[in-house]
């Protein structure tokens, strides 16, 4: 947390407010958020640079810079990346703040510290394993003809544990996940391989739909999860299963049961997915 539609839900408010705009001045406040690129160069490689474009790859935000770097950020658990006036307090754990030339500024804070900033060519970056290599994006119009119902069929491991493996789906979270699992009725903690073609296709399009649902509504905010202007997301009064075990399942009333799946806690419906 955050998932896809959350960064999703930032990267489109912050792209229209920052293409085009030139950082003026780069305040590392904690150097060991940068974990690519020095920072001793951080200052030299962002200042009087124009960001060009503002993209989401999975859960990585990417800027793009003039000259050719890509400033990136992954927010962990509890990252945020706002847009925010000069004169309005800085929070504390905000570990980057970098002035832009309207007179505002780009804040990236994050209390728990398991997010990560990456400066670098996107090429570098992808080869020097600093950004992982990435599964198709749901989000995509191609999603459905990507291989993904296909590799999930081949797979031995239980289906929520394929869902948040990076590598085979771009961007699912804990919360999606289930979300998806349930708008599919399966199990999540079934075995993979046991699908069939029909249910893994089910699945594969139930993904993108849980995940735009909740980029319409701005993201799913509990605590930490701010948007690119610091407003909290709506989406979690429109959660069907995640969170809501020993509640009544909206579908058909029964109750929802909570378990775990690869460490994590996992809420289905034991009635509608079978």
Same mark, same amino acid.
């Given at each position: 947390?955050?998932?896809?539609?959350?960064?999703?839900?930032?990267?489109? &408010?912050?792209?229209?407010?920052?293409?085009?705009?030139?950082?003026?001045?780069?305040?590392?406040?904690?150097?060991?958020?940068?974990?690519?690129?020095?920072?001793?160069?951080?200052?030299?490689?962002?200042?009087?640079?124009?960001?060009?474009?503002?993209?989401?790859?999975?859960?990585?935000?990417?800027?793009?810079?003039?000259?050719?770097? &890509?400033?990136?950020?992954?927010?962990?658990?509890?990252?945020?990346?706002?847009?925010?006036?000069?004169?309005?307090?800085?929070?504390?754990?905000?570990?980057?703040?970098?002035?832009?030339?309207?007179?505002?500024?780009?804040?990236?804070?994050?209390?728990?510290?398991?997010?990560?900033?990456?400066?670098?060519?996107?090429?570098?970056?992808?080869?020097?394993?600093?950004?992982?290599?990435?599964?198709?994006?749901?989000?995509?119009?191609?999603?459905?003809?990507?291989?993904?119902?296909?590799?999930?069929?081949?797979?031995?491991?239980?289906?929520?544990?394929?869902?948040?493996?990076?590598?085979?789906?771009?961007?699912?979270?804990?919360?999606?996940? &289930?979300?998806?699992?349930?708008?599919?009725?399966?199990?999540?903690?079934?075995?993979?391989?046991?699908?069939?073609?029909?249910?893994?296709?089910?699945?594969?399009?139930?993904?993108?739909?849980?995940?735009?649902?909740?980029?319409?509504?701005?993201?799913?905010?509990?605590?930490?999860?701010?948007?690119?202007?610091?407003?909290?997301?709506?989406?979690?009064?429109?959660?069907?299963?995640?969170?809501?075990?020993?509640?009544?399942?909206?579908?058909?009333?029964?109750?929802?049961?909570?378990?775990?799946?690869?460490?994590?806690?996992?809420?289905?419906?034991?009635?509608?997915?079978?």
């Amino acid at each position: 947390m955050p998932e896809l539609p959350e960064v999703e839900t930032i990267v489109r &408010d912050l792209r229209p407010q920052l293409v085009g705009r030139t950082f003026t001045r780069a305040d590392l406040v904690r150097e060991s958020v940068l974990r690519f690129s020095e920072p001793a160069s951080f200052r030299v490689r962002t200042e009087g640079r124009r960001i060009g474009s503002v993209h989401r790859r999975g859960k990585f935000i990417h800027l793009g810079l003039n000259g050719g770097d &890509d400033l990136v950020v992954h927010l962990g658990m509890t990252g945020t990346l706002t847009l925010q006036s000069l004169d309005e307090p800085r929070a504390v754990h905000t570990h980057l703040v970098l002035d832009l030339d309207d007179q505002r500024q780009l804040r990236y804070r994050d209390p728990r510290r398991f997010g990560r900033v990456l400066l670098g060519r996107p090429g570098q970056l992808q080869a020097s394993g600093a950004l992982p290599n990435l599964g198709p994006e749901p989000l995509s119009p191609h999603f459905a003809i990507s291989g993904f119902a296909e590799a999930l069929r081949a797979s031995g491991r239980q289906v929520k544990s394929v869902l948040l493996d990076q590598a085979m789906v771009a961007g699912c979270g804990n919360i999606y996940a &289930d979300e998806a699992c349930f708008l599919a009725r399966i199990r999540p903690d079934r075995r993979a391989h046991t699908l069939t073609r029909s249910e893994a296709g089910r699945l594969a399009l139930a993904l993108p739909v849980v995940m735009r649902e909740a980029v319409r509504l701005r993201g799913t905010s509990f605590s930490d999860y701010r948007d690119g202007f610091g407003a909290k997301g709506e989406a979690f009064e429109a959660l069907f299963v995640y969170g809501r075990g020993g509640l009544p399942c909206v579908r058909c009333g029964g109750t929802l049961r909570q378990t775990r799946v690869g460490g994590r806690t996992t809420v289905y419906c034991h009635r509608c997915q079978r």
